[in-house]
């Protein structure tokens, strides 16, 4: 007497079993390619962000004859608030058709004052990378795109002589920077790059009773005894036996906030030190394979290795060092 054989649609269990065991192989085979081919789409919709930015700094210079500040402010009566302070995406808000976003701020007043609150819970997606995921809604809005504030490097050999008073050297370094003020060439130059903002860590951060070491990326760590440069880059590189003062999320608010530096290449730590912000490691990042986008300050836009050559990786970070780069100079 034959054994009972069990049929699903006309086929037998070991059949079915056979089937869904390929169709598993087939997914476990596809599903790299598919995720690989969302990154490529995601990492070309970050380029054409930094691109329209591009634009928009150019149309903003020829309005203006210099690229907007890095920081700016509004005079206000005497026991006021101060105003702002705001930073250049505010400024290149009616350039990237945000002029509605841009109305709606009163720069009169403080960033975190009432009549602000709106405008500044939002993340303009002209400054978000889709790689980096959309921050989370609440609290002040973010951003993925960074500034650049130069190369990092302290003015003088003797870096205990670097302070926040000294003025870095980039396309973002101070005041309003005019075109002819890089003397390397704006092609040669790097305007903004990525930072991951970090928005998934709001919640974390929020919840945490100590500044022990946390693995994850989107943070700024504000070190302590960091009176020279050195100093400063050497806890950086070893975070796990470093005394931490503070942890920032890298990409909140969007209207204000650090510059980056080209300190250290793309995907290293990003630390602040007593040296000031623009001597410090704030340092490029993103959810990309192993690389920035780097926008130029001509407005051209170039994928960025995390293993680029750490002088030359300074050298475009500022935009009067007259250093060599592609061995043109």
């Known amino acids: 007497m034959r054994p009972n054989r069990v049929q699903i649609g006309g086929l037998t269990l070991l059949e079915v079993i056979v089937v869904v065991a390929l169709i598993a192989i087939l997914v476990a085979l596809l599903l790299p390619a598919v995720q690989k081919s969302r990154e490529a789409a995601r990492r070309t919709a970050c380029s054409n962000r930094l691109k329209q930015i591009g634009l928009a700094l150019h149309s903003y210079a020829s309005t203006n004859e210099s690229f907007p500040p890095p920081v700016f402010v509004?005079?206000?009566?005497?026991?006021?608030?101060?105003?702002?302070?705001?930073?250049?995406?505010?400024?290149?808000?009616?350039?990237?058709?945000?002029?509605?976003?841009?109305?709606?701020?009163?720069?009169?007043?403080?960033?975190?004052?009432?009549?602000?609150?709106?405008?500044?819970?939002?993340?303009?997606?002209?400054?978000?990378?889709?790689?980096?995921?959309?921050?989370?809604?609440?609290?002040?809005?973010?951003?993925?795109?960074?500034?650049?504030?130069?190369?990092?490097?302290?003015?003088?050999?003797?870096?205990?002589?670097?302070?926040p008073n000294h003025f870095s050297d980039g396309l973002f370094a101070n005041g309003g920077i005019k075109l002819g003020d890089c003397v390397d060439g704006l092609s040669n130059t790097s305007a903004f790059s990525e930072q991951i903002h970090g928005g998934n860590l709001r919640e974390t951060l929020r919840n945490m009773l100590d500044f022990s070491f946390h693995p994850a990326d989107g943070l700024t760590?504000?070190?302590?005894?960091?009176?020279?440069?050195?100093?400063?880059?050497?806890?950086?590189?070893?975070?796990?036996?470093?005394?931490?003062?503070?942890?920032?999320?890298?990409?909140?608010?969007?209207?204000g906030g650090f510059r980056y530096t080209h300190l250290l290449a793309p995907g290293n730590p990003s630390c602040l030190g007593s040296v000031g912000s623009g001597f410090s490691p704030i340092t490029a990042s993103s959810r990309h394979i192993e690389g920035v986008n780097l926008l130029f300050g001509d407005g051209h836009v170039r994928f960025v290795s995390n293993d680029v050559d750490t002088n030359l990786w300074r050298a475009l970070g500022s935009r009067n060092g007259a250093e060599s780069i592609d061995g043109r100079r």
């Open 74 to 163: 509004d005079l206000v009566r005497a026991g006021k608030l101060p105003a702002g302070p705001w930073n250049q995406n505010v400024a290149l808000l009616p350039y990237v058709a945000e002029r509605q976003l841009y109305n709606s701020l009163n720069l009169a007043l403080f960033w975190k004052a009432d009549a602000n609150t709106t405008a500044g819970f939002l993340s303009p997606s002209v400054f978000l990378c889709p790689s980096d995921g959309n921050p989370p809604g609440g609290v002040y809005g973010m951003a993925s795109f960074k500034s650049c504030a130069g190369s990092g490097k302290c003015p003088s050999e003797d870096d205990r002589s670097c302070t």
């Open 221 to 255: 760590y504000g070190l302590q005894d960091t009176s020279t440069q050195q100093l400063l880059l050497k806890q950086c590189s070893d975070l796990r036996s470093t005394t931490r003062i503070s942890l920032n999320l890298n990409g909140e608010p969007w209207h």
